[in-house]
């Protein structure tokens, strides 16, 4: 019987990854931190006894920094990002090329050196300290990994997708931020309106992994929405799906430069995957708002039709 396991079953995007599958009736191992400390080094026997059931492995489980991003002098914290998002991956990757199974690993567009770049494509120069910190370059680290490991017979596919939200994103995230002050009537005081940025729902994410291992299609590839959009645009998008609350502009809010975060070039994907997001911005607010994490398929009938 074909069988998936997803680690970080229990991450935002890991629940939206479980929400889907299981709405496909595709058998499926949920692992949490209780099946598998990713932070603890497990030998190939114990490794078995996981994963030996499943054809592939969806690696999603990561630990995001709690404090500042570059976590200089943090060395718990430092520890924890490497043991987690690193040596995980060499523990996974190693284990995955011997039994012959495949790994999709979700990786982030915090790798690109200018996430402000125009239709940043797969090849653009990748960070060495940059927007994401030390767990950015832990992403990109494990790429690297997994890539050592590609080159000698392993399957895998690396997504980087764009700025991911959805149920279940942390309190601290803007889109969570504005969706909050929305639902509880308060007004969204707006810093920086023009700048734009790519947000993706991580059920868009969740189907882009599905359908890339679907299609066997190894390899590195950037999945994003179609369309960046401005932080004000978010705002409106928040109190519209809220149906309260209001959006203002400080006046001691300084217009300079704008920018455009996570302009991903998707091209790749599109070609060996046919992706396609399914979700709207405001669509997404929506589910999120209704703490829901897949969507109904009488709303979306062509998509879900090619997509799912």
């Known amino acids: 019987m074909f069988k998936v396991a997803i680690t970080g079953a229990n991450g935002m995007i890991g629940r939206h990854m479980v929400a889907l599958i299981e709405n496909k009736n595709v058998s499926l191992l949920s692992i949490s931190r209780n099946d598998w400390d990713l932070s603890k080094w497990k030998s190939f026997e114990e490794l078995d006894r996981i994963f030996l059931s499943v054809d592939v492995v969806f690696h ?36 995955a090329l011997l039994r012959n199974k495949a790994v999709v690993f979700l990786s982030s567009s915090t790798v690109y050196k200018n996430p402000h770049g125009v239709k940043i494509r797969e090849n653009a120069t990748e960070v060495k300290n940059g927007l994401g910190g030390l767990y950015g370059y832990s992403k990109l680290l494990a790429e690297k990994v997994f890539e050592h490991f590609v080159a000698v017979g392993l399957k895998a596919i690396i997504l980087r997708p764009s700025s991911v939200y959805g149920y279940g994103l942390g309190e601290d995230k803007l889109v969570a931020r504005y969706l909050d002050k929305a639902s509880k009537g ?66 001691a809010v300084k217009h300079e430069d704008q920018y455009t975060r996570f302009d991903l070039d998707c091209s790749k994907a599109r070609r060996l995957f046919s992706f396609e997001p399914v979700l709207s911005l405001h669509d997404g607010l929506k589910l999120m708002f209704e703490k829901k994490m897949v969507p109904c398929k009488k709303n979306f009938p062509l998509k879900f039709s090619a997509q799912l």
């Open 60 to 95: 999603f489980g990561a630990a995001l920094p709690k404090n500042k991003s570059n976590l200089i002098g943090d060395n718990k914290q430092t520890k924890t990002i490497f043991d987690v998002n690193i040596r995980s991956c060499l523990n996974l990757a190693e284990w």
């Open 186 to 251: 308060l007004t969204i005081e707006v810093m920086e309106p023009k700048n734009k940025i790519n947000f993706i729902h991580a059920f868009d994410v969740s189907n882009a992994a599905w359908n890339a291992y679907k299609n066997q299609a190894w390899g590195v590839f950037n999945v994003a929405s179609d369309n960046s959009v401005s932080v004000m645009d978010l705002a409106k998008s928040c109190v519209l799906v809220a149906k309260m609350g209001g959006v203002k502009i400080p006046p």
